[in-house]
């Protein structure tokens, strides 16, 4: 157990739906990320904060958005959903931001777009 | 910029014999280089870590990468696999100094026959 809680742990939606997937951080943790994990692209880095500031940028469109709150869980929002949306989405995190702190794991939210 | 290239997308091996799984990066700056498991519906667990100290990097169940700055590689071997090892690894390249962002190879699935 990687101490990082990701909720739901399913989620079916329709396209054009907008969804909120949850990500509880390890005790301590103060950075999150966001990664997306999909057949075609493999795992792609999304989002990073640290501390509720946003950290570093990767490949999130514009339909997503994240946050980090003051008691550090992280919400990422998936709006105007595609049928490629459909992936396997992870939250990860770790003491510090930077790459010399491991990153630990939930188990991902799997999100079907129908 | 950094990327990581996994070179087989596939291996099998049978129960009590060596495994080794190919990685090779590209980096601009001396790099921080990573393997993380997957188990099936599981998280990501990291496995072993290089930061630049010592070249050859010892890893939680038995498993150990050799960093080759020359060859540029980072191959990950265990000298007798288990039944429980059969996942999906990747081989992860940190983007840049300062940040936690990680670049993951496309993964190798790992089988092993009895």
């Known amino acids: 157990d990687s101490g990082v809680t990701q909720t739901p742990k399913h989620l079916i939606t329709a396209t054009g739906q907008r969804v909120t997937l949850r990500c509880s951080p390890r005790s301590g943790d103060l950075s999150v990320y966001w990664y997306q994990q999909s057949l075609d692209q493999g795992l792609q880095f999304l989002i990073q904060?640290?501390?509720?500031?946003?950290?570093a940028k990767g490949n999130i469109l514009e339909r997503f958005s994240a946050q980090q709150f003051p008691d550090l869980h992280s919400e990422l929002n998936l709006s105007s959903l595609e049928l490629g949306d459909s992936a396997l989405y992870f939250c990860?995190?770790?003491?510090?931001?930077?790459?010399?702190?491991?990153?630990?794991f939930g188990n991902g939210t799997r999100l079907t777009v129908t | 910029a950094q990327s990581v290239t996994q070179l087989d997308s596939h291996v099998s091996v049978s129960e009590g014999t060596p495994v080794l799984l190919r990685c090779n990066y590209s980096s601009s700056y001396s790099p921080s280089l990573f393997w993380y498991v997957q188990h099936p519906n599981k998280g990501l667990q990291l496995l072993l870590k290089y930061t630049s100290a010592a070249t050859l990097v010892k890893g939680i169940n038995g498993f150990e990468a050799e960093f080759k700055k020359s060859e540029t590689s980072f191959h990950l071997t265990k000298p007798s696999a288990h039944m429980s090892d059969a996942a999906e690894y990747f081989c992860?390249?940190?983007?840049?100094?300062?940040?936690?962002?990680?670049?993951f190879g496309q993964g190798t699935t790992l089988q092993v026959k009895p």
């Open positions: 990860a995190s770790s003491v510090v931001g930077s790459l010399n702190s491991p990153l630990h």
């Open positions: 904060y640290y501390n509720g500031e946003e950290r």
């Open positions: 992860v390249v940190s983007e840049a100094a300062g940040t936690g962002k990680l670049i």
